[in-house]
């Protein structure tokens, strides 16, 4: 599903060169819930935008279904991205003057006019992820719970291959971020989603079925859901 090799990203400011990956290799299989962690400046971030294709590698290879992002010109990755990644934010990046329907099909439109099929496609969302009757509502005048269920909605609207989640539960509080990881669970769980989070809170990662360590630009460690050690583990973190 997504493999990454050797892959490099440096970022230059004048005279200044500063390498935030160096030397990634990671592969993620198809239905995989992936949870990356690491310091702030460690490129865990990075490398999200990386398979995102929101930026390109200085060196190495970024493929997502035999896709190379690494080697498409920014039109091409802005189609693909459309077309087969999903993107949930932890400021959930809605537009506030309008209805929870219209943020949901806000991606649909970049392909036309929205057919009975989208709109068919939109209520199912919202019924999966607990918004029935919600649809004619501003998108300000929910809870933060219910605008992060209205972002992971909008990024599955395209039934993308790959759903990229960045701190999804950082603006929440501890029962709405349960409620959230638990959706993404179910997401992943009963529809086979690929889901890589982006996380500081060892709690969410524990919902993954990998957790990747990110330290200097480098993994540092991968522990396994499989791993005997991997409750033990979690508990230390979590003491």
Same mark, same amino acid.
């Given at each position: 599903?997504?493999?990454?090799?050797?892959?490099?990203?440096?970022?230059?400011?004048?005279?200044?060169?500063?390498?935030?990956?160096?030397?990634?290799?990671?592969?993620?299989?198809e239905?995989?819930?992936?949870?990356?962690?690491?310091?702030?400046?460690?490129?865990?971030?990075?490398?999200?935008?990386?398979?995102?294709?929101?930026?390109?590698?200085? #060196? +190495?290879?970024?493929?997502? &279904?035999?896709?190379? @992002? !690494?080697?498409?010109?920014?039109?091409?990755?802005? %189609?693909? /991205?459309?077309?087969?990644?999903?993107?949930?934010?932890?400021?959930?990046?809605?537009?506030?003057?309008l209805?929870?329907?219209?943020?949901?099909?806000?991606?649909?439109?970049?392909?036309?006019?929205?057919?009975?099929?989208?709109?068919?496609?939109?209520?199912?969302?919202l019924?999966?992820?607990?918004? #029935? +009757?919600?649809?004619?509502? &501003?998108?300000?005048? @929910? !809870?933060?719970?219910?605008?992060?269920?209205?972002? %992971?909605? /909008?990024?599955?609207?395209?039934?993308?291959?790959?759903?990229?989640?960045?701190?999804?539960t950082?603006?929440?509080?501890?029962q709405?971020?349960?409620?959230?990881?638990?959706?993404?669970?179910?997401?992943?769980?009963?529809?086979?989603?690929?889901?890589?989070?982006?996380?500081?809170?060892?709690?969410?990662? +524990?919902?993954?079925?990998?957790?990747?360590?990110?330290?200097?630009?480098?993994?540092?460690?991968?522990?396994?859901?499989?791993?005997?050690?991997?409750?033990?583990?979690?508990?230390?973190?979590?003491?």
């Open positions: 599903m997504i493999k990454v090799r050797n892959v490099r990203k440096e970022f230059v400011q004048g005279q200044e060169r500063t390498e935030v990956l160096k030397g990634v290799d990671l592969t993620v299989e239905g995989e819930f992936l949870a990356i962690m690491g310091p702030s400046g460690s490129g865990k971030s990075t490398l999200l935008h990386l398979l995102g294709g929101l930026d390109t590698p200085t #060196e +190495g290879e970024v493929r997502i &279904r035999q896709s190379d @992002l !690494s080697q498409m010109s920014e039109k091409k990755r802005t %189609i693909f /991205r459309r077309q087969h990644i999903g993107f949930v934010f932890q400021n959930y990046q809605l537009l506030n003057s209805t929870v329907e219209e943020n949901v099909a806000f991606p649909l439109h970049a392909d036309g006019s929205l057919t009975k099929e989208d709109d068919k496609r939109i209520q199912q969302l019924g999966s992820v607990g918004l #029935e +009757g919600l649809g004619g509502k &501003r998108a300000n005048l @929910l !809870s933060g719970g219910q605008q992060q269920r209205v972002a %992971i909605a /909008r990024a599955l609207v395209n039934r993308p291959s790959v759903l990229l989640a960045d701190e999804p950082g603006n929440l509080d501890r709405r971020a349960e409620e959230i990881l638990a959706l993404i669970t179910r997401l992943n769980r009963e529809n086979n989603q690929t889901i890589v989070m982006v996380t500081h809170d060892i709690f969410a990662a +524990g919902f993954a079925d990998r957790i990747v360590l990110f330290k200097d630009g480098v993994i540092d460690q991968v522990i396994s859901r499989k791993d005997e050690d991997y409750a033990q583990y979690l508990a230390n973190f979590l003491a």
